[in-house]
Structure formats: C-alpha cells, structure tokens
C-alpha cells in the first residue's frame, strides 16, 4: 500500500524559477514529513523537515508548505540553480514509532542554466 | 566527523547466493536503519537495530536478516538472491530520541 504519494514525476524548470513538489499521504499517525535530495551515486540527504504543528517552514532557499485537513505538503525551492539538479524525495514518519520512514517514488529535477 | 560508511560500493552476485553489506553509523548515533531503494523508486524500510536488538521491520521476507555490533556498527545479511534483489541499499543512522536519519551513499547490489 503506497502511503506517501508524491507528483510530479519529473520537472524541469530555467535557473530563478521556483519548482514545487508535492506530496499527499494517507496515514493520519504521521507526525514527521522530511524531505531529501539525493544526486546520482550518492544516498539521500536531509534538505529540510516539519511536524504539524506549522503549516510553513523555511530554511535558506527551502520552504515547506503543511496543510494537515488536506494530508498535504510541498517543497518549494526558491531562485532554483543548475545544481539543485537532482531528485527530490518527501518521506513521512511516525514519531513515536521507531525509525520508519515512508518515501514518496521521487521527483527528478532539472535546472536549465 | 566522518558520516554513514558502507561497504562495499558495488556487488554482483548470482542467483541463490547470500551477500553480507556492512555499514558504519555516523559518529554518535546509535541506531541503524536499512533501506533498499529500487531503480527509479524511493527507499523501502527493511528493519531498525538499536541496542544490538531489531526493533521494527518493514515488510520484506525473512531472507532478509541483519545485525548490530557493541560499537553500533551493523551488517545486512540477505539469503537465496533473486534477481529482484538487485537494487542500491541504503544505511542510515541517527541518535534515539527521533532524531534525524543520515544516510550512506549505499552499496549497489546487481544479481545476475
């Protein structure tokens, strides 16, 4: 059962513009909703991550956007670069449940110059 | 600070043989967590070891084992490959208390 559901597929944005992810869930016990960036050959970094108890959380040229009626959140990324090029996984979790975390199937990114 | 180790980079097996992937958590954490991520997907929880113990398991076959060293250090044990096996799998470590995963760069397992 797929739990996390993430859109679009790919994207493809010209350098300064602002690509948007979003991603829908379906399990109403997830507190934790971190997002990560993983490059070709390397593992997934942590990029940014709320709870929700906000519904916006920015950090340099990331902003998460939390609507917790809709089981919805999206990654905004502000004044988008040629290296912000990779794909972009959102990912939910329960907090007081170990440390599962469930992905969304990925968002490949590119920035044209 | 060194972050998440594994080891090795790259594996090809065959069919029905058994692989050992080692991982090393990054400096201060003591939990580790296992992920396979299939080409084109995102990772999919195999299990959890804190305290030298599994504490939570993702839904995959008992051919799929692991364990957690003293030093927390960890190893994934996978029996009677398939050739849906092949994929890159992923390490990750964090503190307990809900604190950020940091994952590895992975092992890339091909199953011939």
């Known amino acids: 059962q797929q739990q996390v559901k993430q859109s679009p597929q790919s994207l493809i944005v010209q350098k300064g513009g602002i690509p948007i992810i979003n991603c829908a869930y379906e399990?109403?016990?997830?507190?934790?909703f971190p997002w990560y960036q993983q490059f070709p050959g390397k593992g997934p970094a942590l990029l940014i991550a709320?709870?929700?108890?906000?519904s916006e959380k920015k950090e340099g040229r990331f902003t998460i956007s939390f609507n917790k009626s809709a089981k919805q959140f999206s990654l905004h990324i502000m004044d988008s670069q040629p290296g912000d090029s990779a794909t972009y996984f959102c990912?939910?979790?329960?907090?007081?449940?170990?440390?599962?975390?469930?992905f969304g199937e990925g968002t490949q990114l590119t920035v044209n110059p | 600070d060194a972050g998440v180790t594994q080891s090795p980079t790259h594996l090809i097996k065959t069919r029905g043989q058994q692989v050992t992937l080692r991982c090393s958590p990054k400096?201060?954490?003591?939990?580790v967590s296992w992920y396979q991520q299939a080409l084109g997907q995102g990772p999919q929880f195999i299990f959890q070891y804190y305290e030298e113990e599994e504490r939570q398991r993702g839904n995959f076959p008992d051919r799929f084992s692991g364990h957690q060293f003293p030093n927390y250090s960890s190893e994934l044990n996978v029996n009677a490959l398939l050739l849906g096996d092949s994929a890159l799998y992923l390490c990750?470590?964090?503190?307990?208390?809900?604190?950020?995963?940091?994952f590895g760069d992975g092992t890339r397992l091909s199953i011939l």
């Open positions: 400096s201060g954490h003591d939990t």
């Open positions: 399990n109403t016990a997830f507190d934790y």
């Open positions: 990912a939910a979790k329960e907090e007081t449940s170990g440390s599962r975390l469930t």
């Open positions: 990750a470590s964090s503190r307990t208390g809900n604190q950020p995963q940091h």
């Open positions: 709320i709870r929700p108890d906000v």
